[in-house]
């Protein structure tokens, strides 16, 4: 984060779930990471981003027309620098899947516990996306791919990477500088022939690394 903190806008129509956020982030960020401004009309959403210049967008799927999809097509158009990342209550991968065709870096499930929201949030402001891991596998279907010509650190490397960890806590975990954490992803990406994280993760999911037994 920066000096002035995290600045978020929330495109969603319920203002509870909003105050909820402002109250979360209040209190367990120091206001580190603060809800700058906030919209229940979808059609809004692309105005409210050119208006607050947020850091990070989080957009609900599931509201009245156009819709969330389209507030996040329309955010990115408005200011591809923002990033934006996908609520939703619903259990149906169909919207989740729309919503990163049309720009977003990464989905939560609105179930999601409050103390397990901040690390998704930093992870897509640096640079990664964000998927739990049951869409994911639902996303990628029971099919396996053929095994990667992987080494061990890069096997780690790919399986920290669909678990959706961030730059600061893949350094931790492999015991190396956040630069080397982002030339190996580099180098990662240009191996497997991916362009995205995405892309990588659902790799992971196909070849069976996410069922082999995590990293300590």
Do not use: Q
């Not at 109250?23 to 580190?32: K, Q, S, V």
């Not at 981003?49 to 955010?75: E, F, Q």
């Amino acid at each position: 984060m920066g000096d002035g903190g995290v600045r978020l806008a929330v495109v969603d129509d319920h203002p509870l779930f909003v105050r909820g956020l402002e109250l979360l982030f209040a209190a367990t960020t120091d206001g580190r990471v603060r809800v700058i401004g906030s919209t229940t009309d979808a059609a809004g959403a692309a105005a409210l981003v050119a208006r607050c210049a947020p850091d990070l967008a989080l957009v609900d799927l599931h509201m009245p027309p156009p819709g969330g999809p389209r507030a996040i097509a329309a955010i990115r158009r408005t200011n591809p620098r923002v990033r934006v990342l996908a609520m939703s209550g619903s259990d149906d991968p169909a919207p989740a899947v729309e919503a990163l065709r049309c720009g977003a870096e990464g989905y939560l499930p609105k179930t999601s516990e409050p103390e397990d929201l901040l690390p998704p949030l930093l992870a897509v402001l640096d640079g990664w996306a964000v998927l739990p891991s049951a869409l994911l596998r639902r996303l990628i279907g029971p099919t396996r791919a053929p095994g990667l010509n992987l080494d061990d650190e890069e096997r780690r490397l790919l399986r920290a990477i669909a678990a959706g960890l961030g730059t600061v806590e893949i350094a931790d975990r492999l015991h190396t500088s956040e630069r080397t954490v982002k030339r190996m992803t580099a180098a990662l990406l240009r191996k497997l022939r991916v362009a995205t994280r995405v892309e990588a993760a659902a790799l992971a999911g196909r070849a069976g690394l996410l069922d082999e037994r995590p990293d300590r």
